[in-house]
């Protein structure tokens, strides 16, 4: 019998590979773009709590007294909070002209903070500085 | 006459049929092969890319995000003051992305163009194809943005 030779065999198996390979990096790059738009949606409702927290913050100043370690957990609407969302403030340190804040916004395993400076001015309190670590 | 022929040959059309399909295979497989190649060579690029993009991204949140003034004396420029009083330059042009403060540069390479904007207490990153980054700007939305 006739041997048959395997040379368009072993061809189609290398162009197999080789589209093998390629459709998992376009698989890989796929995935890794998916992973960072919704990254990116849920850092964007984070620097929302993030500034809902500062506002808070001020507003609590003009309302309530204050003393170093206290603080308080924010009551999110429920949309947010079926996400496991919270957003909690704590008072780092306070002086007689100035006071300083830390946010800490989570949405479900996604963290983002802010350090808040608040200066007094005649009768009021100032947002001195917003900070937010890199 | 009726002539039995044992040793049968192709036809010139059974021939050319056969060559059709080979060259219309070869072509097929030739552009996949090239595509495959254009996709393994170009995703490692990409993903750099992106990555450049997170990096240089995360660094801009953070300068907008404290900045107590926004001036954009062109699209491709951003300078954003601090508390402090320092002054952080962010140029965007054809080579890339780069941060300057003080003496101190950082740059991202990226073949991006990228133009900035000022909405009310946000900047915008545009980038091709309408695609916006926006950042927020926690100082000015407290304390009332101008535009």
């Avoid at chain 1, 960072?36 to 309530?64: F, P, V, Y």
């Avoid at chain 1, 808040?116 to 001015?121: C, D, E, I, P």
Wanted: aromatic share 6%; glycine share 4%; hydrophobic share 45%.
């Amino acid at each position: 019998m006739k041997r048959q030779g395997g040379f368009i065999l072993l061809l189609a198996l290398t162009m197999l590979a080789f589209v093998g390979v390629a459709i998992l990096t376009l698989g890989t790059t796929c995935a890794y773009d998916g992973r960072r738009t919704m990254d990116r949606s849920q850092h964007a409702q984070l620097d929302q709590l993030l500034l809902a927290g500062a506002t808070e913050a001020a507003d609590h100043l003009k309302n309530a007294a204050t003393s170093a370690g206290d603080w308080w957990e924010t009551e999110l609407p429920p949309a947010l909070a079926e996400q496991q969302a919270s957003l909690v403030t704590t008072v780092d340190a306070i002086s007689a002209d100035q006071i300083v804040f830390h946010v800490r916004a989570q949405l479900q395993n996604h963290v983002s903070e802010q350090t808040l400076r608040f200066k007094h001015t005649d009768r009021d309190w100032k947002l001195q500085s917003a900070e937010v670590p890199l | 006459m009726n002539i039995a022929r044992h040793n049968r040959a192709f036809t010139v059309t059974e021939m050319l049929f056969v060559l059709m399909l080979f060259s219309i295979a070869g072509v097929l497989a030739m552009r996949l092969f090239s595509t495959s190649m254009k996709v393994i060579r170009t995703a490692p690029a990409s993903q750099d890319r992106m990555a450049a993009i997170d990096r240089a991204t995360a660094s801009l949140r953070q300068d907008v995000w404290s900045a107590t003034k926004i001036d954009l004396p062109d699209s491709h420029t951003l300078v954003l003051s601090a508390p402090d009083q320092t002054q952080v330059r962010w140029q965007f042009d054809q080579n890339g992305v780069t941060r300057s403060l003080k003496d101190k540069e950082q740059h991202w390479p990226m073949s991006l163009p990228l133009l900035a904007e000022r909405r009310g207490s946000e900047v915008v990153l545009k980038g091709p194809d309408d695609d916006e980054l926006r950042f927020t700007c926690a100082m000015l939305a407290m304390n009332g943005a101008k535009p």
